[in-house]
């Protein structure tokens, strides 16, 4: 749906069909993937409304309820995607709005702050200035000719046009020749093969006549043009005198100053491309192109995509969305502001960690110190206001804070699984890598091997790497628990050393079963993938040869993902098995705890909700389709992790019989049903909680 352009001249309506031409649509078709780009990255922000100390309203006002219902073909995403593409494309943009009028949504009319009801964009206005400085909009659609004013329609532009102060400028505008230069080249390549009736050659042809050459050039014709004619050359009779011998032709060929098959046309498509680019500010990596690119190179070209593109084109769309409006309802006592985070170099990230870190060192507080450092919101949840923590009732042991030292744990847990995956990781990549390089190398030489065959050569490589992770981190965590078992007040004495049960192992062969299933299927579709364009475009064997090897750089995320995935789920599996192991062999009553990591961002939803709860072992956080339920592991790339609390033994208490004050047993936590007293021989049902006792009789 085209808006139109802003007129040329300064007064009088001007021909939208001229504007049309003269932006050509066609330059469209190659900016679409810079457009595109910047559109899907706009409409994934949501506005809202801020008063004039800048703080969010809780109750939406009619604008932003407009913008959230703008008409009834497009939704929210829909209207903001279409201000996105269309600023993007022409120099202005016309918005009509619409208020309502006893329940009925009417276009135009006296618009206020109170009864605008929603947008339409105008497509191909006329637009006409008037002696005043008035504009009008007018606009002819199906026979009909409706015309808005200024006080009913407002204008969107992204940039100033410096030739003319009452136009706007887009970035397409900017691109508009480039664009078109790659319209030319298609035109050409499509030129190369039909010629366009334009001479690409000529045969000097010897005859004796008129009529023998003639002959000769219909008899060419008729095999050299081909079943649709559409090869031009050019045919000259050279005659000959009495003897037979060839005379100057009378026609002399003029070759042209550079053949077309000397003709630069993939520097001249690069320089086009660099130029598009250049004008919109959308990074090769952003569209999806990875040649040549690595983890570094698309971290920044995410940063300069959101930083310079995104953020700017966000601020100026809906800066003047609140300057328009304000113009045509007299002023509406608010703002419309958004909510967008820039994501942050990890080199940037890291420096803030430790620039945090050493602020907290030496006595500032967590939240000046992330306001000072303008670190994102997440780094709050490190510490949880007082008012908010839940207050538990836990025994003690005499001169032991067991709570404290919970704290502390969870804090050097974090640090811990950062150190542990960076170690684990490059493990389990080299095992993913090594058994990609080998598949993408059959590929190479021509063989395919069968796709189960293949994924049990994956599995077997990945569960004897992760086992020894789940083991070596077992080991760690069995070793950590003791000695706080031991604190708790637990008794020793048959603990002996971590070790992984066949169950263990045969639930995780189970499962690596799919998962090297599933990354098998995927790295064949990438294989075919390449293989069925070399058929399409005739590679080839060298070129075939490099496209497969390619696919260890552009496949290189999912090695990455695997790697990540499998060994944070192989470490927190080793983790509860030790807990588990050690809470059969102690009798001690262990419990597991979620936590999200403070040091990674953006953490999802589900694991939100899931930070800080407690559960026995064998408990389920949830059902996660891709991930491991009874663990910190919610679905791929989680970061979240368990730590462990052990509630301190409890206290013995003497329990005395009601009736006749004999003991009867000297226990902990326990509940008992029918315990008979020895000396009055009464019957009683015992519940003994935390040095509490609940004592029942059984009546006969």
């Known amino acids: 749906m085209p808006t139109g352009a802003t007129g040329v001249v300064p007064s009088g309506y001007f021909s939208a069909s001229e504007i049309l031409n003269y932006y050509r649509f066609g330059s469209f078709d190659n900016t679409f993937p810079n457009i595109s780009r910047i559109a899907d990255a706009i409409s994934e922000v949501m506005p809202y409304a801020v008063d004039e100390n800048g703080q969010r309203l809780e109750t939406p006002p009619r604008v932003i309820s407009a913008i959230y219902r703008p008409n009834k073909q497009m939704s929210v995403v829909d209207f903001i995607e279409h201000l996105a593409v269309l600023s993007l494309v ?28 929603g947008f339409t964009f105008l497509e191909n206005p006329e637009v006409k200035i008037l002696e005043d400085g008035r504009k009008t909009y007018k606009v002819i659609k199906n026979g009909e000719t409706k015309i808005w004013t200024d006080k009913q329609v407002i204008e969107i532009s992204l940039s100033a046009n410096p030739y003319s102060v009452v136009d706007g400028y887009s970035p397409s505008m900017a691109a508009k020749k480039w664009s078109n230069t790659d319209d030319y080249i298609a035109d050409y390549q499509g030129g190369f093969f039909r010629n366009g009736a334009v001479p690409a050659g000529q045969f000097t042809i010897t005859a004796g006549s ?44 003029v070759p042209y100053q550079q053949p077309n ?47 310079r593109v995104v953020y700017p084109k966000l601020i100026k769309l809906w800066s003047r969305m609140t300057h328009e409006l304000n113009r045509i309802t007299g002023g509406l006592g608010y703002a419309i502001s958004f909510d967008y985070e ?159 049960t066949e169950d263990t192992e045969r639930a995780y062969s189970d499962y690596l079963d799919s998962v090297s299933l599933s990354y098998t299927e995927d790295t064949n579709a990438s294989i075919n993938k390449v293989l069925e364009q070399a058929q399409i475009e005739g590679w080839d064997e060298n070129r075939l040869k490099q496209e497969l090897a ?11 993902r695997l790697a990540r995935t499998e060994s944070h789920r192989a470490t927190e599996l080793g983790k509860l098995q030790a807990a588990v192991q050690l809470q059969k062999e102690t009798g001690a009553e262990v419990w597991k705890v979620w936590h999200v990591n403070p040091f990674t961002d953006n953490h999802c939803e589900t694991c939100e909700n899931l930070d800080g709860v407690r559960l026995p072992l064998d408990g389920q956080f949830g059902f996660f389709d891709a991930g491991a339920d009874q663990v910190a592991d919610a679905h791929p ?38 315990i008979t007293c020895q000396g ?21």
């Open 210 to 253: 008129v009529e023998q050459f003639n002959e000769i050039v219909a008899d060419m014709q008729a095999h050299h043009r081909g079943p649709n004619a559409n090869n031009n050359v050019r045919y000259v009779h050279r005659p000959i005198n009495d003897l037979g011998q060839p005379l100057a032709g009378q026609i002399e060929w």
């Open 342 to 500: 820039i994501p942050v170099l990890q080199e940037t990230r890291k420096t803030q960690v430790e620039n945090l870190t050493k602020l907290l060192g030496i006595g500032y507080t967590l939240e000046s110190s992330v306001e000072a450092l303008q670190l994102p919101k997440s780094f709050l949840k490190l510490a949880m206001p007082e008012e908010e923590q839940k207050e538990e009732v836990r025994p003690e042991v005499e001169g032991i804070d067991l709570k404290e030292e919970a704290n502390q744990i969870t804090t050097k847990k974090s640090v811990e699984l950062k150190k542990k995956l960076a170690e684990a990781n490059p493990k389990i990549e080299q095992v993913v890598t090594e058994y990609t390089q080998s598949v993408v190398e059959q590929a190479q030489n021509g063989q395919v091997d069968d796709t189960d065959k293949n994924a049990k050569r994956l599995k077997t490589a990945l569960l004897i790497a992760l086992l020894l992770l789940l083991d070596d981190e077992g080991n760690k965590e069995y070793e950590d628990l003791k000695p706080r078992i031991e604190t708790a007040g637990y008794d020793m004495e048959h603990t002996s050393q971590f070790h992984t």
């Open 680 to 700: 009055c021989k009464k019957r009683f049902d015992l519940d003994i909680k935390n040095g509490n006792v609940d004592i029942k009789e059984i009546e006969k």
């Open 261 to 307: 098959n000397q003709l630069s046309l993939k520097e001249i498509f690069e320089q086009a491309n660099k130029k598009i680019d250049m004008a919109f500010g959308v990074p090769q990596e952003v569209k999806g192109y990875l040649t040549n690119s690595n983890y570094a190179s698309v971290d920044v070209a995410d940063y300069v995509f959101a930083r």
């Open 637 to 674: 790339n989680c970061s979240c992790f368990l730590t462990f609390e052990i509630d301190a033994m409890p206290k013995m208490v003497k329990v005395h019989c009601p009736h006749c004050k004999r003991i009867m047993l000297d226990s902990g936590n326990s509940k008992i049903r029918g």
């Open 90 to 117: 022409w120099p202005k943009v016309y918005i009509l709005c619409w208020h309502e009028e006893r329940g009925e949504a009417i276009p135009g009319g006296e618009i206020t702050a109170d009864n605008i009801c």
């Open 550 to 560: 390619n696919i260890m750089d552009t496949d290189q995320w999912r090695i990455d």
